[in-house]
């Protein structure tokens, strides 16, 4: 019922004033027509400057991600950490991000391949595709002439020479060297660096120095020259893995020569090493070492660094203290790190907390695939994801991971071309069998029916793809 004050107070205004407002028709419509009054929304991408990634799940958008057309604007430093259980598509993440990153003229990429499959790194095909050949480090291969990394090649600067030496010796041995150690190891480095000049020196000039130190040396430091030797015994022994025991071959010669360095694509083929020994925590720091004084130029370059099982690096106190200060150093020449592990557990938990946080800390690119309750927890926790992004993590699907890009957090479907499927498909020993036996199996009315709904993805993936390509393009004519 109206209240008669304001009925009489309606009437004079539109006496004076006229009929201040209309009675509209209710009119019929479609929700397609009517969704136009409500317009959606979503939040801010990263731009439209890099390699496309996939789709934005809740937009519909196409998410791009370089990491060196943000540095410096949304990202306070280029590196990458991606997380997630096998299976759910971080390594077709990988390949195709190096892949779209390479039809970029300054862009070089180096991969150090940790798993394998049919007797090569799972890397091996996208190598044939470039026509690249994979420098594979193999024990049994290195001994008949295979590829050989001196950790005291002259292109490594001396004070590099002696950290890599010591880093070494610290991995194999589980803990730090005491000053004696180290000053056995410095005096025998020195030696052998000043006296051998018509070659390059190798460790074993350093394990012989160490079993027979010069006398110059003992008397520097006004000690007696079995004492000298004696500190030198535990690092001697050490180092004679390396030249004489299971490591042998790949570190005790000069560098190989004919190791591409300026090609668009290096793969260090590490498959053939022993995941779980202490060969792979050295071999990643010998690489990584003899790359920072080898490949990282001043050039204008953009390099991009991945290593897969990144583990073994984060993992480790003296190999993590090498990595992190490699970091640090191409920060400012243009490097990008990817670091790639299952669990964030494995690393935060470790013996190199410390250096695991600090190179968390830097990589300001975080991916998360699908994970358990319980771990998704521990990661939102040490990443400071919102609550939200933690309780859908256990929820994802393969290909869709929750991007955090320095706060900027959203959920991505990956997309993956028909060119690409066949280069970064790396599971056919365990889904091929398993796929033709379900089909074998299966009714053929259900077949028909799956069959369909295969080409009606594909066909929806090629439209997605067309317009993907629609936006690398342009994105590409922006950089160039």
Avoid: C
Avoid at 19 to 26: A, N
Avoid at 59 to 65: A, Q, R, T
Avoid at 143 to 164: E, K
């Amino acid at each position: 019922m109206l209240d008669p004050l304001g009925a009489l107070t309606d009437a004079f205004t539109s006496f004076l004033f006229g009929k201040v407002e209309t009675t509209r028709l209710p009119v019929r419509t479609s929700t397609g027509q009517a969704q136009a009054v409500y317009l959606p929304t979503a939040a801010p991408g990263l731009g439209d400057s890099g390699v496309i990634i996939g789709r934005e799940v809740y937009s519909g958008k196409g998410y791009i991600y370089d990491p060196f057309q943000l540095y410096g604007q949304q990202l306070p430093a280029p590196h990458w950490l991606v997380l997630g259980e096998s299976g759910n598509g971080k390594s077709a993440l990988e390949k195709t991000y190096v892949l779209r990153q390479l039809r970029f003229r300054d862009r070089q990429v180096v991969v150090l391949d940790a798993q394998g499959e049919d007797g090569v790194g799972e890397w091996n095909l996208i190598a044939q595709e470039l026509g690249i050949t994979p420098i594979r480090l193999d024990p049994t291969a290195a001994l008949n002439g295979g590829i050989r990394l001196n950790p005291l090649d002259p292109s490594i600067t001396t004070t590099g020479q002696l950290a890599l030496l010591r880093t070494i010796i610290e991995v194999a041995m589980g803990h730090g060297l005491d000053e004696r150690s180290g000053f056995a190891l410095k005096v025998a480095h020195a030696y052998v660096t000043e006296t051998i000049t018509a070659r390059q020196p190798v460790l074993t000039d350093i394990v012989e120095q160490l079993r027979h130190p010069e006398a110059e040396s003992a008397e520097a430091m006004n000690v007696d020259i079995d004492d000298v030797r004696a500190w030198g015994l535990d690092v001697a022994l050490v180092l004679d893995r390396l030249v004489d025991g299971d490591l042998r071959g790949m570190f005790d010669g000069p560098t190989s020569a004919g190791i591409d360095l300026d090609a668009p694509l290096i793969v260090f083929d590490l498959s053939h090493i022993d995941r779980n020994s202490i060969a792979m925590p050295i071999l990643m720091a010998i690489v990584g070492v003899w790359l920072e004084h080898t490949w990282i130029r001043p050039d204008r370059k953009k390099r991009i660094f991945l290593v897969e099982e990144a583990w073994h690096i984060i993992n480790s106190p003296f190999v993590a203290q090498l990595f992190q200060r490699l970091l640090k150093f191409g920060r400012r020449l243009g490097l990008s790190f990817v670091a790639v592990v299952h669990h964030l557990s494995d690393v935060v938990d470790g013996a190199a907390a410390r250096e695991a946080a600090a190179i968390l800390k830097m990589a300001s690119t975080r991916t998360i695939y699908a994970q358990k309750a319980d771990e998704a927890r521990a990661t939102g926790r040490v990443l400071g994801l919102p609550r939200w992004a933690v309780e859908i993590i256990p929820t994802l699907t393969p290909g869709i991971a929750v991007w955090d890009v320095n706060g900027n957090v959203q959920v991505v479907k990956h997309l993956i071309t028909e060119a690409e499927r066949p280069l970064v498909y790396t599971d056919r020993a365990m889904t091929e069998a398993s796929a033709m036996s379900e089909a074998s199996a299966m009714p053929t009315d259900e077949a028909r029916a799956l069959q369909a709904a295969a080409d009606a993805e594909a066909e929806a993936r090629a439209e997605a793809m067309a317009m993907a390509r629609q936006w690398r393009d342009e994105s590409s004519e922006t950089v160039a």
